[in-house]
């Protein structure tokens, strides 16, 4: 969807500009627990300095256990904030004519909608972090508000969108946040409105719909972000929570970038498509962590915890006792062994990639296996296919693994024809060349492909390599089969 | 070997089989098999290996189908193998009295004993091979020379179960190879599939009685179980599906009105062995759940294992009200734990709680225990790690009777305690450990030759090591682990400011406004100091309750009336910081300027007072030095000159950091301009002092 400038109505100009009069602050003792001049500092730092200071009183008070206003209390509020700009005859005529109070309505129902977005699901390290976070949110409802978007159209989208991002950890973010822009990633002559409409389980018109109110939001929400986006080296000065919200507009902004995040979670519930967890301990003289072991030999009586000498000294029968059966202690160094697990993916970029959201798919699958690097977890290599398998790429640096993905781009999928087989064989002979020279172990074969044809590689050609295999808008038995058999995650018509 | 007295069995020969499907036909599913092989081995008497995935009870199955066949407990010996299982254990420990002249074993406690008719060894393969190659010999020949005497074994059959697949053993290890050819027959145990209607099956035959409401139960609890299954990477052993099935339907008991939720499956996550589902588990269950309208299915009498109070000295029905009481009123975060230890009291069951240190899992748990009405000398504590041993384990040895044989105290052990606390059970060794399985199964402690009942009904053990790393590390670890049907990471969900607050909040619960503003600012200047990372450094409870009690008797120990930077820099020297990488103060002074400008400005008068302290202190020596001689004079100006300059170039600092504070409370604008003011003097009487 492109972002352009919405014109706003002219009722709703000083509504979009000035108070909010929606939120009772600080009636608590938490009063002033954040220094809101901080807030606008920080705000001015990353990028949403245009946003009027009502907007970040309203979303310092809603962390400060502030509440919403009820129509009295608002009406109360606009009357006196309109006298205030008004001249004394003008403020006479108002006596009458309550020009003051016509926009109270306005502002009820700004109240209502606020209250009915989730912001308990806004989380941040910090109250400021939240602060900051919800300022975003207010002001980007409120401007919704003001194009005329149907409040609880509103309030849904947020909160589906806070709910969508609000689990995302700092990795995926990092991740998330290196995709290339949506042009990019589409062709816009190949968006399959009716295998996206099959995805979500909705119905074409509701699709529609949704990727409409999404794209009006989210073009306001990225507005209020302003700047926030250029800036790439200073990323370090936005918090999380804002860093979700970047992801939550181009969530609300990209109808592809759902089916990105349901794939991530479909990947997220296998057991067997999660990093082994297993960590041996060896015993080694360099070790940097020791423990105590009960003898295994005679040969360790040196190695013996010395409290074993004093019961030689208590009782000689029981100590004599104690070392027939080799039941004393002895010290050991030992060291955690490194070895981390090697994912190999063999990846699709045939031109017929390109259709419907299947580029979205691939990529949910592959930063799902860069996490597992961030986290120190695993070895990632991969490499493309279609006719013959391009050169292999090897993770060992995730900021390398960051500039990969930002060359993801759709043009880059023009392959011509998929040869699964050979894209199998090549992998496991890839896989056998590498996993020695990585310090890497139990391999396991990824693959993400289209293509729906015959399979002829045999179980034991696979020389225990357990295969993944997720076919993305599309069917193939053959390959599911196969990795069913090795006990991996097989997955079609994704 | 061939004898043909057929009467060493109680059951005639033709009667074995029919027994022995009957007896395991009552209990097990798919158990026909084993019936059969069992009774095979009794028949014609030979040796039996069991083996298969774990938790489908195989040692059960066997211990049930003697006591059919008529053998009695004392008829049957059960060892417990693995890792550290050693060859004195295995001829029943040296004889003391023997000790001074030759090393002889003590056979009348081994499974030689002429008494025993059956002998089952467990998890045999576990063992290392220099304790399974004598057994090889004993077996072949039948009998053991204990240094001259000839013991015969009079067992007749021998059955050994274990996890390992043999097929994959067998190869590359001759001693295990040999072992294993002196078993005739040989049976995997596991179920044909794991699918829903197996589970199914499973729990109509645990729970015959059900009504209409606990079948469909059954059925739910079935699907949900089976859909988070994997082939090869995960797969519910039936051991954990009827934990599960007893930890669902507590959940409805402790409700009242009896009905299971849809929230109810969740608890699913306690069972043992759920821990290595490192995949989205709530998720995948819910997915199996119908979606329609709300879940809730009545369960009647026949549904629950047990109707009575439970043997524990609080009745079942006030348990989950007193825990969840004890608990939420003085920790946060504790919902998961007080339902585990709930479930773990309901039942009562073992239950293993793991997770990072310092969120006091023990803690939790001896208020909870108190709760239940046990005083502190009722509850046993002992604490593992490194040094643990077995000895330990069981009291001490008797050290009178040392003379004579090896018996343990076992009155100061944990035996005879209903509830017992195990602290860093992990840390143990694995021979330590062994012994403590067997126990924690059979529920008697062998001491010497009497008989020890083990009457602990609740064993809470506590770890920071995780036991997802034991997985393959340690067979004896694991089938510890299992010994523990309920287990917990204990962690917060998310270590932000507001957990923080709440921590203080409830820890002091009687706090001045004052200070729990202080308490905000603490818990703003911790959270900055977190790593956004999932696996990076979080400050733990303990660490932030120690800085804030550290911090408060800093600023009470230098007499101050208010916090400034320096009280919270106190945060470095709290165990558990001393691993922080990075720059601790500056990450401090950063969060303070967003949520602590009370600080700050306290900090800039403490410092104006202690440059006003400094001022006078140069003056004195401008007026000492008037009184002396030329060259003295001038070297102490001299000296007194530069420490001005010092202390001019501090002063401008302080003017400057309180420039760069920008604040909008108006009370704390005030302030602001006090301190401006209170440093402007100091500056022009400095100034004045040249």
């Known amino acids: ?494 | 070997m061939q004898s043909n007295d057929w009467a060493w069995l109680p059951t005639p020969r033709v009667e074995i089989l029919p027994r022995a499907r009957e007896a395991l036909d009552k209990r097990f599913v798919y158990s026909e098999e084993v019936a059969e092989l069992i009774s095979a081995a009794f028949y014609e008497p030979c040796n039996l290996l069991l083996w298969g995935p774990g938790g489908h009870g195989k040692s059960d199955m066997v211990l049930a189908a003697l006591k059919a066949l008529g053998l009695k407990d004392s008829e049957i010996f059960i060892q417990s193998f693995g890792e550290g299982m050693s060859e004195d254990r295995l001829w029943g420990g040296p004889d003391m009295a023997s000790l001074d002249t030759c090393l002889r074993y003590d056979t009348e406690r081994s499974f030689l004993a002429p008494r025993y008719k059956a002998v089952v060894f467990e998890e045999i393969f576990d063992a290392p091979a220099q304790s399974l190659l004598p057994l090889k010999d004993v077996l072949t020949r039948r009998v053991f020379m204990n240094g001259p005497d000839r013991v015969q074994l009079s067992a007749k059959v021998v059955i050994a179960c274990t996890n390992k697949d043999p097929r994959e053993f067998g190869d590359g290890n001759d001693a295990v190879q040999a072992l294993m050819e002196r078993f005739l027959l040989q049976k995997e145990v596991r179920w044909p599939s794991y699918e829903q209607q197996n589970y199914a099956e499973l729990f109509a035959k645990v729970r015959p009685d059900a009504t209409p409401g606990g079948r469909k139960l059954h059925r739910l609890l079935a699907a949900v179980i089976a859909g988070l299954n994997e082939s090869k990477t995960f797969v519910m052993s039936p051991r954990m599906a009827l934990q599960s099935l007893e930890v669902v339907s507590n959940t409805a008991k402790m409700r009242e009105d009896r009905c299971i939720v849809a929230d109810a499956f969740q608890s699913i996550r306690f069972v043992q062995g759920m821990q290595s589902y490192t995949a989205d588990l709530s998720r995948k269950i819910e997915r199996r759940l119908p979606t329609d309208s709300e879940l809730s299915i009545p369960l009647g009498q026949g549904d629950f294992s047990t109707q009575d109070e439970g043997p524990l000295k609080t009745p079942r029905s006030d348990i989950p009200k007193l825990t969840a009481r004890t608990l939420k009123s003085r920790f946060i975060h504790c919902d998961e734990i007080v339902q585990v230890l709930t479930h773990a009291f309901f039942q009562p069951c073992n239950v293993l709680l793991w997770g990072p240190g310092g969120h006091g899992k023990s803690e939790m748990v001896m208020a909870a225990l108190r709760s239940l009405g046990y005083s502190e000398d009722e509850i046993f504590l002992q604490s593992f790690g490194e040094g643990m041993s077995e000895d330990r384990l069981w009291g001490g040895p008797n050290i009178a009777k040392l003379d004579v044989c090896l018996e343990y105290d076992t009155e100061r052990s944990f035996l005879p305690h209903e509830v017992v606390v195990l602290e860093e059970i992990l840390d143990a060794s694995s021979q330590a450990l062994l012994p403590l399985k067997d126990v924690l199964t059979r529920r008697t402690f062998m001491n010497g030759s009497t008989a020890v009942e083990m009457k602990s009904k609740v064993i809470i053990a506590c770890t920071n090591k995780d036991p997802r790393q034991f997985a393959k590390d340690s067979d004896a670890v694991k089938a510890l682990l299992e010994r523990f049907p309920l287990q917990l990471e204990v962690r917060w969900p998310s270590y932000e400011q507001s957990d923080y607050e709440e921590l203080f909040r409830v820890a002091n619960p009687k706090a001045s406004s004052h200070k729990r503003k202080l308490h905000r600012i603490y818990a703003h200047v911790i959270a900055n100091l977190n790593d956004d990372r999932e696996r990076g450094f979080q400050v733990s409870p303990r660490i932030a309750l120690g800085g804030l009690r550290l911090a408060g008797n800093s600023v009470g120990r230098h007499g101050r009336k208010k916090m400034i930077v320096e009280d919270i820099l106190t945060i470095r020297n709290v165990q558990g910081m001393e691993s922080y990488k990075r720059d601790v103060e500056g990450l401090i002074r950063s969060a303070l300027l967003e949520g602590g400008v009370e600080v700050l400005l306290s900090d800039i008068d403490e410092r104006t007072e202690r440059l006003h302290g400094k001022m006078l202190s140069i003056n004195k020596i401008f007026e000492n030095a008037s009184g002396l001689d030329e060259d003295a004079r001038l070297e102490m100006n001299d000296r007194a000159i530069s420490e001005m300059v010092e202390l001019m170039s501090s002063i401008d600092a302080l003017k400057n950091e309180l420039e760069y504070l920008q604040v909008s409370d108006p009370k704390l604008q005030k302030w602001q301009e006090l301190s401006e003011e209170r440093v402007d003097q100091l500056a022009k009487e400095i100034e004045a002092g040249r």
């Not at chain 1, 109240?111 to 699901?121: G, Q, R």
């Not at chain 1, 915890?305 to 000294?313: F, N």
């Open chain 1, 1 to 494: 969807m492109s972002v352009e400038r919405i014109r706003v109505e002219r009722r709703y100009r000083n509504f979009v500009r000035f108070h909010t009069h929606v939120t009772y602050p600080e009636i608590s003792e938490r009063r002033e627990q954040i220094n809101s001049l901080e807030v606008v500092k920080k705000l001015d730092s990353i990028g949403m300095q245009h946003l009027p200071l009502p907007i970040i009183w309203d979303g310092v008070h809603l962390v400060d256990e502030g509440k919403f206003a009820g129509k009295t209390e608002i009406e109360r509020r606009t009357r006196l904030a309109g006298r205030s700009r008004m001249w004394g005859l003008k403020r006479l005529l108002d006596d009458y004519l309550q020009f003051s109070g016509r926009d109270s309505e306005l502002y009820y129902r700004l109240s209502l909608l606020l209250s009915a977005i989730d912001f308990e699901s806004i989380h941040g390290r910090t109250e400021i972090d939240r602060a900051i976070a919800n300022v975003a949110v207010i002001a980007t409802a409120k401007r919704s508000m003001a194009v005329g978007i149907p409040a609880e159209r509103i309030s849904d989208q947020i909160n589906w969108a806070l709910q969508e991002v609000g689990g995302l950890e700092a990795d995926e973010v990092d991740l998330l946040e290196c995709l290339p822009e949506e042009s990019k990633l589409k062709p816009a002559d190949q968006i399959d409105h009716t295998q996206m409409s099959v995805d979500r389980g909705v119905t074409a018109i509701q699709l529609l719909e949704n990727i409409e109110t999404r794209g009006r939001i989210a073009s306001l929400f990225s507005e209020c972000f302003g700047g926030a986006r250029k800036d790439k080296d200073e990323k370090e000065i936005h918090p999380l929570s804002v860093r979700r919200l970047n992801v939550a507009s181009r969530l609300l902004a990209e109808p592809s970038m759902e089916a990105l995040l349901r794939i991530s979670r479909v990947a997220n519930e296998y057991v067997a498509f999660q990093p082994r967890f297993e960590k041996k301990m060896l015993p080694a003289v360099d070790g940097d962590q020791t423990r105590m072991r009960m003898m295994a030999s005679y040969d360790e009586l040196p190695r013996m915890a010395p409290a074993a000498w004093a019961i030689k000294v208590a009782s000689a029968k029981y100590f004599r006792y104690r070392l027939a059966t080799k039941s004393f202690m002895i010290r050991e160094k030992i060291k955690r062994s490194d070895k981390k697990q090697l994912f190999y993916a063999m990846l699709d970029r045939s031109k017929s990639m390109q259709q419907g959201e299947r580029i979205y798919k691939l990529l949910a699958i592959l930063m799902n296996r860069l996490r597992a690097v961030m986290r120190r977890e695993a070895v990632l290599g991969y490499s493309f296919f279609d006719s013959r398998v391009h050169e292999q790429i090897m993770v060992e640096d995730i900021s390398e693994a960051q500039d990969e993905l930002r060359r993801l781009e759709y043009d880059f999928f023009i392959g011509d024809d998929t040869d699964i087989n050979l894209a199998l064989r090549e992998g496991i002979k890839r896989i056998r060349s590498v996993v020695d020279d990585v310090n890497a172990e139990r391999p396991e074969l990824i693959i993400v492909t289209d293509g729906d044809h015959g399979i002829n590689v045999k179980l034991k050609e696979l020389k225990g390599i357990m295969l993944h295999v997720f076919i993305v808008e599309a069917h193939n038995d053959d390959l599911i089969q196969l990795a069913k058999k090795t006990g991996g995650v097989a997955l079609q018509g994704l």
